[in-house]
């Protein structure tokens, strides 16, 4: 998925991976969800059949690709990642379905980017294990019959309302992956700082969890940034100012606001008054594409009521003008 923010870019894939739970229990959080999972696997390993396709949706960073790893971990069998930007036609997608073992599971990262032409030869895969390839054209097509190994696919996306009604109901398991709240992102933190050996204490688990945007990748993020800075301004001490010093450092306020947030809200404020202003308006005068401020930027502030989104355009509320320490226009000026 795209990084959420610019800080994002501070923290290299091994890293994640590093840190990412390599079993179910060492998971934080998304309780109903694991037990739901643990349930649908001690059931089909009773019964010897492979799980249940699987569908995940959730904002980016709360564990899909978490839950992709453990899954199989749980079940004793493999995993093949793709990505569904990179299965461009039929034949990109064969190759995974082919070199699966019996009972393995098959990652789609970003399921909902499959073109439909892709997406047919799914079905038949997903329901019968079968695909039929079509080979040449016109009166001389003939069609090929693949028998595939039973699997379990999991799909995961950011946005559930792009899949087709025929693709998103051969998912027999369907999750939801919502946001963490406080207690989890802290026990998250302290948590991988024992795997980064690193002391923390509670109070710099808790800055850097407040600022987290109640997501565990970003949470990580700021983790390792933290450990950065405290080694080389620090000592390697670890406590709340340094903390907080040190996000701040890179622009993540105390809400979890980052530059371009805080940037969006400024040009609302001052340029357009609180608004209601477009969309377009605001991403011409901050020199962005509306695009990104729309998937990357208004969802967190629309989340944390900083803004809101009206017929006439979008507005500044109270609490933004409170929190960006900016006069409220006098509404009768
Ligand atoms: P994307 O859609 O952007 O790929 P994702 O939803 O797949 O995001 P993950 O890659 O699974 O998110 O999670 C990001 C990181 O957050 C992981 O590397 C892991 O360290 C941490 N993480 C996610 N969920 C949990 C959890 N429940 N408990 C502990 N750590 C977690």
């Not at 079905?123 to 039929?132: G, L, N, S």
């Not at 699997?151 to 963490?180: C, K, N, V």
């Not at 907080?244 to 001052?270: E, H, N, P, S, V």
Request: overall charge negative.
């Amino acid at each position: 998925t795209e990084p959420e923010s610019e800080t994002e870019a501070l923290m290299p894939k091994e890293q994640d991976n590093s840190l990412r739970p390599r079993r179910m229990d060492e998971m934080v959080g998304q309780q109903d969800v694991i037990e739901r999972l643990k349930i649908a696997i001690d059931a089909a390993q009773g019964r010897g059949e492979p799980l249940g396709h699987i569908l995940f949706d959730g904002p980016p960073g709360l564990g899909k690709t978490t839950f992709a790893t453990v899954i199989p971990a749980e079940m004793g069998t493999s995993v093949e990642m793709a990505n569904g930007a990179g299965l461009r036609a039929p034949k990109d997608l064969l190759p995974y379905l082919t070199n699966l073992s019996e009972g393995a599971v098959l990652f789609i990262d970003e399921i909902h980017r499959i073109p439909k032409s892709v997406e047919e030869y799914l079905y038949t895969a997903m329901e019968d294990f079968r695909i039929d390839i079509i080979l040449g054209e016109g009166v001389s097509a003939r069609t090929l019959n693949y028998e595939l190994r039973p699997f379990t696919l999991i799909g995961a996306t950011t946005r559930a309302g792009m899949l087709s009604a025929p693709l998103r109901d051969r998912f027999q398991i369907r999750e939801h992956l919502g946001w963490y709240n406080q207690a989890e992102l802290c026990e998250i933190v302290q948590r991988n700082s024992k795997k980064l050996k690193i002391a923390i204490d509670d109070g710099s688990a808790g800055v850097i969890a407040g600022r987290s945007r109640s997501t565990p990748r970003l949470a990580n993020n700021r983790l390792l940034w933290v450990r950065d800075y405290a080694q080389s301004k620090a000592n390697g001490k670890v406590d709340a100012t340094v903390t907080a010093a040190a996000l701040d450092m890179i622009g993540i306020d105390t809400l979890g606001l980052d530059k371009q947030d805080r940037g969006y809200l400024d040009t609302l404020m001052r340029v357009f008054l609180g608004g209601p202003a477009g969309l377009e308006a605001i991403a011409h005068t901050m020199n962005v594409s509306s695009d990104t401020l729309e998937d990357e930027v208004e969802p967190f502030l629309l989340r944390t009521e900083m803004i809101v989104r009206t017929r006439r355009g979008r507005m500044a509320t109270h609490k933004a003008f409170e929190h960006m320490k900016v006069k409220k226009p006098d509404a009768s000026a």
